[in-house]
């Protein structure tokens, strides 16, 4: 009777066992899945290249800056990236565009006088950009797991859906005009949150 007992006390505990590791395993399983998911669903693409530069032949004011409607950036002058965020996971996530600066040959042109317009492909102002709110590279946040970093815009996408932006970029006409050769250069990130 006493050797039955102790053979149904260690076949519980081997069951006990058994059970507590699966569940440990399929916990583990669904953490690296949800890990996974906030880090590879999204896609970038742009129209162009995803970095950009400016030189210093032509600051220019707000107004022409947030209407420029050419793809320049590609030649170092001022104009507007297009580019396209895909969230192609089943459920909605939350995005950081973010900028990092890129070094360039030439002297830099300060961080102050590059200022960006973000809007979507209708050239609408997203939130944060619209009643004339037209940042400037040198104030934009940085990230705090991204020293390099600068936080350009926060949002939202469904699942299974894609966004387009064009962000516009300008030299601020409070610039003074320099006979040496100046540039600006960064690239355009996206992560999911």
């Given at each position: 009777m006493i050797k039955a007992n102790k053979k149904q006390l260690y076949?519980?505990?081997?069951?006990i066992i058994i059970?507590?590791?699966?569940s440990f395993f399929f916990l583990l399983g669904s953490f690296r899945k949800e890990e996974s998911h906030n880090e590879n669903e999204l896609?970038?693409?742009?129209?162009?290249?995803?970095?950009?530069?400016?030189?210093?032949t032509l600051p220019v004011s707000d107004k022409i800056g947030k209407s420029y409607d050419g793809y320049g950036v590609a030649d170092g002058v001022q104009g507007y990236n297009e580019f396209s965020i895909e969230n192609n996971s089943e459920i909605e996530n939350e995005y950081e565009i973010y900028l990092v600066k890129n070094k360039v040959?030439?002297?830099?042109?300060?961080?102050?006088?590059?200022?960006?317009?973000?809007?979507?492909?209708n050239n609408i102002p997203l939130d944060g950009f619209e009643k004339n709110l037209i940042p400037v590279f040198s104030n934009l946040?940085?990230?705090n797991d991204?020293?390099?970093?600068k936080l350009l815009y926060r949002g939202k996408i469904n699942a299974n859906s894609k966004l387009k932006f064009k962000l516009r970029i300008w030299v601020s006409d409070s610039y003074a005009i320099s006979k040496e050769n100046e540039?600006?250069?960064?690239?355009?990130?996206?992560?999911?949150?």
């Open positions: 076949l519980a505990i081997i069951i059970l507590f590791s699966f896609k970038i693409e742009f129209l162009n290249d995803g970095a950009l530069y400016l030189n210093n040959k030439e002297k830099e042109i300060s961080e102050k006088f590059i200022k960006m317009y973000l809007t979507d492909h946040v940085i990230l991204k020293a390099n970093g540039q600006f250069s960064f690239s355009i990130n996206v992560r999911a949150i």
